[in-house]
């Protein structure tokens, strides 16, 4: 087959309705609906349970997706699968604690107790809380973190005994980051949507541990002090001290995020921002979709705290990465045979339409030993489309100071209407209000070649905005620049091979693939 088709580069809202036609689709029939967490589809096509994500860890991904969705696209879910993925998370949360438990089969009783769902435990009761007004998430998640407060101390970890005498089975993770720091998140979110002070506090206790032991001025990333391979879990960590940062206004956390960033992270992505599924990996290039995620919603919240350059990193980690990765094309998939009429067998290739998971940054299958198989676990896809929502909100956002315009995208809001040079022949900006407005240029755009035409008044140039004091409504700004070709070589350093790319201003044109099956884009 070699390249698929309906790649997509341009549109955001495109790629966030179809990531949630996955997730309301991947319910598992013979589990009264709780979704599936495994996923296959080459060699053998299949969805399947786990023992360790499915009802504490999948419906967290996904009701935060969904309703993210549901609030920034204004998309229309099918309610029953929602209220599918809420009693899934309510079963998780109905052991004799309230932790995100699982069950070690379909029917069995929840035992398993693993740190490295709490983030996901969290997110989904979040969600319903912040969404839907649900009373009943907010007492579990409140209760929740008087539990962990009870059976964890940052210095001591886990009262394993009381864990025990509840029947619980402990389920260990690889140090810190990989378990219980990841909720810090979710933690931040809650409170900024409720004011729930022991939220709060414990999101701090949980920062102070992994700014003192991990995330060190230095900014360095060194295997033996973060323990763990996992790069989501680092990422997801970093994404997390930056919505604190974010919260608390807090100049010097947000330096430290950025001082990872600049040199740290980069053992963990390259300049398109792909990211391995594990650091330091060997004889693969496949990566992990929602890592990717995290990074661009850490360079969002950097892009507006005043650092410009990452939102020109979050478009290029959009358009050469993340976008072109999501699963458009089902053709090539070979549905198993299934005379037990087994849910997790039934029509595997519409159902994962739409999902993200395990991608090379040139296709969907990577040279050299890859993964194994060719998958998309279905908690990424929660991931990747509530990172997908966040940048929707930042293609053009409101502020005291005005409207800003911080990423390409075709895009409206009361406040204005923006059409991407990569969708037209140029960028065209239609204020709908009288309010000041500011309008990002990539860094390979210069000024004095910008031709601009619908205003008498020149904009300023500040800080790698153009600045118009006082837009006409109704008169659009047509700002004419070229997209010039050019050339960069992804690192060998996470790389089985460096990779030659042509980009075509941030839009990848071309790329090598080493004859790999299932590519995003032309051969380089």
Known sequence: MSRVAAVNTTD????????????????????DHVPFFGSSLRPRAALSFSAHHS???????????????????GLA??????????????????????????????????????????????????????????????????????????????????????????GLQYQECQGFLH???????????????????????????????????????DGEYHPERFITRHSHSITCVLSSLAQ??????????????????????????????WSPEAVGQQDTDHGEANNSGDILETALILGRRGYPEY???????????????????????????????????????DRHLGAFGFPAPYGH????????????????????????CEAYREVARQAKTGTWVNLLFDHQTPAVRVRSPYTGPGLEIEPLSARPLWVRLPPWAEPAAVQLEGTAQPPVWSQGYLFFAQPVPRQPLRLRFPLPVRELVLSGRVHLHPIRVRLQGDAVVAMDHFGADLTFFDPY
């Not at 955001?12 to 589990?31: E, F, K, P, S, W």
């Open 12 to 31: 955001l809202a495109g790629a966030i309705r179809l990531g949630c036609r996955t997730m309301q689709r991947v319910l598992n029939a013979d589990d």
């Open 55 to 73: 009802e504490s860890h999948v419906p967290g991904r996904h009701l935060n997706a969904l309703l993210n969705a549901e609030d920034a696209v």
């Open 77 to 166: 879910l099918d309610e029953r699968a929602v209220e599918h993925h809420r009693r899934a998370a309510l079963l998780s949360y109905s052991g004799p604690v309230p932790l995100p438990l699982n069950r070690t089969h379909i029917g069995g009783p929840l035992v398993n107790f693993c740190p490295h769902n709490l983030r996901e435990g969290f997110h989904a009761l979040y969600a319903l809380a912040r969404f839907r007004d649900d009373r009943r998430a907010a007492e579990l998640f409140e209760q929740s973190i008087a539990a962990i407060c009870r059976l964890w101390r940052p210095d001591a970890g886990w009262d394993l005994k009381g864990l025990a005498a509840l």
């Open 179 to 217: 378990g219980e720091a990841r909720m810090l998140g979710p933690l931040v979110k809650y409170y900024r949507a409720t004011g729930h002070t022991p939220a709060l506090r414990l999101a701090l206790v949980l920062a102070e541990k992994a700014l003192a032991e991990f995330f060190l001025p």
């Open 244 to 273: 604190l940062a974010d919260l608390l206004d807090d100049a010097a956390l947000l330096g430290r995020v950025r001082a990872f960033c600049e040199r740290g992270l980069w053992a963990l992505r390259d300049q398109l921002c």
């Open 311 to 349: 939102f020109h990193d979050a478009e290029v980690l959009l358009r050469g990465h993340l976008l072109p990765s999501q699963l458009r094309d089902v053709s090539f998939v070979e549905e198993p045979a299934n005379p037990d009429g087994v849910d997790g067998l039934h029509q595997v290739g």
């Open 365 to 388: 299958e990577s040279i050299g030993k890859g993964r194994g198989n060719l998958s998309f676990n279905m908690d990424i896809v929660g991931g990747a489309v509530a990172s997908l």
